[in-house]
């Protein structure tokens, strides 16, 4: 399991220097974080900021991604059923500390949480530690699973990092693996060592490395993966990355190497095109058939934009073989408020470095559909949820962990118990729009009626003599 996730970690190291993947499309799930840690704390060399730091902020307030919320779409109820959310918190600086990560049990009929991660900073605000931890329901308590920390130079890139393994049995974390990373004079990310730590001699053993090239304006154009085995250096992968004149890639081919003939094969490779803002427009997805020595598409990926570089819509098909068409898979279509602009929010841990995906304005929904071979139908719902930086600050929050809402989902009535003794609570509620369905004052524990209100997903707000405390809600008729 260990050697599992160093070769994981050693291929986000691969894809963070190479750029992005050919598919852009809207993070909207924690499990794709790695496409943002791993392209800030290993610093890929081609950063896209034209149509990011170029941007003027359309307001002066700094926002914030509190939570992401899923849904999925139930066709025997046609309604939006909730699946899982993810929520952050942020110190008064902006940085993120912590991710708490939700799944809907069906048992218990609300969301349970499964997972967080902590983090901490260096002084200067770059991550020096990421700890993930699972929630062991019949003990109540969380266990540490594994843990990151990483180093810096004075140029602000990555030169070390290592992983933790946490040990129940001594009660610690346990170090793993090291990785150390090495620069040239105008800090490209030249050459990277992979090291295990060997429990018998308590010395690191050399696992792998990489060796990157670059062009003459800094592109990556050759990273070749190396393996440690029988005390000799093992070629294992090889990925070339071609250029248009703008600097957008326009291939990506990659190679691995078979130890029956000790030669590389191809395996697959990644055209894209891009329209004249450099925005990527198509993408399509090849394998190699070593026995037809031949490359046999079998994906392909749309995107649209608006005018600001936002992407609206990104459309994935598959390639039908038999009938030699392109067949239609999957649609995302995204919305964004056009009030704030990428450099407006502070963003989770895990978006840092992501200047490609969000590419002008913030998120806002993406709606997903899947086709059934005669029609679009409805498949997922992501919502991101923002509020002013610095209201979770004020003195006095009344803590979401002394909130009992109930029942959750709601149907005729919903109730808000708070621990302690409160009166003259001011209430509001609202939907995913932002728009104010219900302000009204309410007594402790007492009833409030949802009757008029359509199923789905709500925002709600207690103020309390200058203390507040928001959270959500669902209602389900």
Known sequence: MKKTLHLLL???????VMGQAANMKIVGNSDKKFQGIQNNLLLQNKTNTSKINQLKSATIEKQRL?????EGWDENLSQWEISDKDVYKYDANGLNTLLFRYEW?????QLETYDKEEFSYYENGTPETAANYYWNASTSAWIGTSKNKYTFNASGKLTKSLSFDWDQIGNEWDTTYKIQLIYDTILNMTYYNGFELNENTNTWDTANKTINTYDTVGNITKNISYSWETDQWITSYLMETYYDEMGNDTMQMSSWWHPIDSMLHY???VLSSYDDKGNQVLSVEYDWDINDS??????KTESTYDAIGNQILCSEY??????SIWVPENIDQNTYDYSYSYNDIFWPYYYYGITEIFSGNIPTQTYSYRYNDTDWIKNEKTTYFYSIHGVSSLPNIISENEIKVFPNPAKDYVTFNLEGSFSDLNLEIFDVQGRKVIDQIIENNTPVSVQNLSNGLYMFKLTHNGSV?????????
């Open 10 to 16: 050693a291929g986000f190291i691969t894809i963070s």
């Open 66 to 70: 509190d939570s992401i919320v899923t």
């Open 105 to 109: 049990d069906e048992t218990t009929g």
């Open 267 to 269: 395996s697959s490779k």
């Open 294 to 299: 031949l490359w046999i598409s079998y994906n």
């Open 318 to 323: 598959s390639w039908n073989e038999t009938d």
């Open 469 to 477: 405390s928001t959270g959500k809600m669902v209602v389900k008729q």
